[in-house]
């Protein structure tokens, strides 16, 4: 289900003026024309079906009013939010890999409904990846490209790249006050000695209310910064599986997890 995400909310007519770049998603990706039903994603997370009023492609603008019941197609049903993501807040640590791949995990990050991506700078990172300019709009535009696409409802959050220690911290502090079963903290570790399966992790935490994956980059993580991340909370797990790109290792981990729960 494609949504459009609008960082405006409607009018005292309940209204919402398109112009710019987003009308080119409306116009060019979704096709729309006036009559055409849209899922609008407000401000505040809700999810409102709006129909197409107007749409003047000299200005460049579309005007969509609030969807009346009676407009919508027959048989129509409103989409269902997930109600995993809706429950449980996921986290991607991940080590800094090559910049090419950065723009895919965020993508497919997005689209599983991860509530964070926190860069973590590790032993193994990739030389360059530290010039990556977090501080450009280029990540945000991926995210909400990736969330219109997918119709997630969690607002994806990016933040600036931190280190290792820090990384440790701020899990703890996530999950400070939360019981065992309210929590779940993995990492992927190549090794199989000392790790467990990801259906070992996961058992009994179907009432988690955050959750947390740890993917190394291209080089892995070292034994130092697994004993570490244990002492942190999370569980060292080996994927039995062919051997995975850090890219793949972090959506299928969070595939698993979110299967398992």
């Keep these: 289900?494609?949504?459009?995400?609008?960082?405006r909310n409607l009018d005292s007519?309940?209204?919402?003026?398109?112009i710019g770049k987003d009308f080119r998603y409306l116009r060019s990706v979704l096709r729309l024309i006036p009559g055409d039903m849209v899922y609008v994603r407000l401000p505040n997370g809700s999810l409102q079906s709006m129909t197409?009023?107007?749409?003047?492609?000299?200005a460049k603008k579309i005007i969509l009013q609030i969807?009346?019941?009676?407009?919508?197609?027959?048989?129509?049903?409103?989409?269902?939010?997930?109600?995993?993501?809706?429950?449980?807040?996921?986290?991607?640590?991940m080590a800094l890999p090559k910049s090419s791949k950065l723009d895919m995990i965020i993508r497919q990050a997005t689209e599983c409904g991860v509530k964070r991506i926190i860069p973590v700078q590790t032993e193994f990172s990739q030389k360059g990846s530290e010039k990556i300019n977090f501080h450009s709009d280029r990540f945000d535009r991926i995210i909400k490209e990736a969330r219109q696409q997918s119709g997630s409802p969690v607002s994806t959050e990016i933040g600036p790249c931190i280190t290792f220690e820090d990384a440790c911290e701020i899990w703890k502090a996530e999950s400070a006050g939360l019981t065992d079963d309210e929590k779940l903290a993995v990492v992927l570790y190549e090794r199989n000695e000392s790790s467990i399966t990801i259906k070992e992790a996961c058992g009994g935490k179907e009432k988690?209310?955050?959750a947390a994956l740890f993917c190394g980059s291209e080089g892995g993580l070292s034994p130092r910064e697994v004993h570490e991340l244990k002492e942190a909370g999370f569980a060292s797990v080996h994927l039995k599986t062919n051997i995975l790109r850090c890219e793949t290792a972090a959506l299928y981990g969070l595939a698993a997890m979110q299967a398992l729960l």
Excluded at 1 to 6: D, L, T
Excluded at 73 to 90: A, D, H, N, R, V
Aim: charged share 30%; proline share 4%.
């Design 13 to 18: 007519s309940g209204l919402l003026t398109i």
């Design 67 to 93: 969807c009346e019941p009676s407009l919508a197609k027959e048989g129509e049903k409103q989409p269902e939010e997930t109600e995993l993501i809706e429950s449980c807040q996921f986290f991607l640590f």
């Design 52 to 58: 197409v009023c107007a749409c003047d492609d000299k």
């Design 208 to 210: 988690a209310k955050k």
């Design 1 to 7: 289900m494609r949504q459009y995400i609008s960082q």
